[in-house]
């Protein structure tokens, strides 16, 4: 009980600071989740759906690498004023994880048999 009603204070807290610095705190938050979101998943989500050589280091990759760059982007006062820091981050992503996934193993068999699968019902479905 003690701990939950300390969390609530803390929470309070923080919106109370939060209010009274009237600025883009939590639109500002959430772009950079967005961004960060959609740089880091984004690429491969995609791949995986759609590529069938996609595999996990490739996908390991871009996330790091979507994450990193959003991060280093933000920091960056000119290149955060050129460019919304999702768009470099997703694009990177994209490169790593298809560069990684290209020099790295191929997923196994029973991968290509699930996703094989997997097309072949979109295909029935969307006829």
């Not at 290149?79 to 919304?84: P, R, W």
Request: glycine content about 8%; hydrophobic content about 55%.
């Amino acid at each position: 009980v003690f701990i939950g009603r300390l969390s609530v204070l803390v929470v309070a807290m923080i919106a109370v600071v939060l209010a009274y610095h009237p600025s883009d705190t939590i639109l500002t938050l959430v772009g950079y989740a967005w961004a960060g979101f959609g740089s880091a998943f984004g690429p491969a989500i995609l791949l995986s759906l759609y590529w069938k050589r996609t595999n996990k280091w490739g996908v390991l990759a871009g996330m790091i690498v979507g994450a990193v760059v959003v991060i280093t982007w933000v920091q960056i006062p000119s290149l955060k004023a050129a460019m919304y820091e999702m768009v470099p981050g997703f694009f990177c992503s994209l490169l790593a994880v298809i560069i990684v996934s290209l020099v790295t193993k191929e997923p196994v068999k029973a991968i290509h048999r699930e996703f094989n699968e997997m097309e072949a019902v979109l295909e029935e479905e969307t006829k």
